[in-house]
């Protein structure tokens, strides 16, 4: 199993908190972010990994170097700020598997890989995964029926429901369509649209999901990935 990683974010909404390293350098529990996220997805089997990197990026490859936790580890380097969508494009470039994991490097997410895996193994179908939480309303909700994904709300909604964890499995040919080094944003120019046509499955975690994004879980990170 193969993943890419996206931590060439700016971390604005982390600033006050952390601001002399990239965002999923951020400090945790005693550790950088991301080295909980790497160790996370060692355990669960992915064995080679591709970070894609902008802002402050030396600060990651000088740390992680070409391996970690027996994991081959390269790097999709931004020269300008290519979006979600841009990013995920450049790093597909050092992907071999036929599909990859996606994740965010600002979110930590217990996923059942082993799951997710078998899944596409039988299907052969993207998915999204979704993660069910008390309240939506600062992510909004992924909608969801007989195992597909039917759309998006925006943030704002109250209560209980399903989000989109910000993890996904893609094809490796899933974003062709799209020029290299050209910033587009994966949820709106290709996951939308993706998701009107029916493509996509969703798998529900039932994982531990935090989004250090906000000071309010980052502080409670650092009790809660104690252990990770």
């Known amino acids: 199993m193969q993943a890419i990683v996206l931590a060439g974010g700016f971390g604005t909404r982390l600033r006050q908190v952390v601001s002399d390293v990239p965002k999923p350098m951020a400090p945790v529990a005693g550790r950088p972010f991301l080295e909980i996220v790497l160790n996370s997805l060692a355990i669960k089997g992915i064995t080679k990994v591709v970070l894609s990197v902008g802002f402050m990026g030396e600060k990651i490859s000088s740390y992680f170097g070409a391996s970690y936790a027996d994991m081959e580890v390269a790097y999709a380097i931004e020269d300008e700020p290519l979006g979600t969508g841009g990013g995920v494009r450049l790093a597909m470039e050092k992907i071999t598997d036929d599909h990859v994991f996606v994740f965010n490097g600002d979110t930590f997410l217990d996923l059942e890989t082993s799951l997710v895996q078998l899944h596409w193994q039988q299907q052969k179908r993207p998915m999204i995964i979704g993660c069910e939480v008390p309240d939506t309303h600062r992510f909004g909700r992924l909608l969801a029926s007989n195992g597909l994904v039917t ?78």
Request: aromatic fraction near 12%; include cysteine; glycine fraction near 10%.
């Open 151 to 228: 759309g998006f709300t925006e943030k704002g909604v109250l209560g209980p429901g399903l989000i989109n964890a910000g993890c996904y499995v893609l094809d490796r040919h899933q974003l062709d369509q799209f020029a290299l080094n050209v910033p587009f944003s994966l949820e709106s120019e290709f996951l939308r649209p993706a998701v009107a046509r029916g493509e996509f499955d969703v798998f529900v975690t039932r994982g531990i999901f935090i989004d250090i994004g906000i000071p309010e879980d980052y502080a409670r990170a650092q009790t809660v990935l104690h252990e990770y």
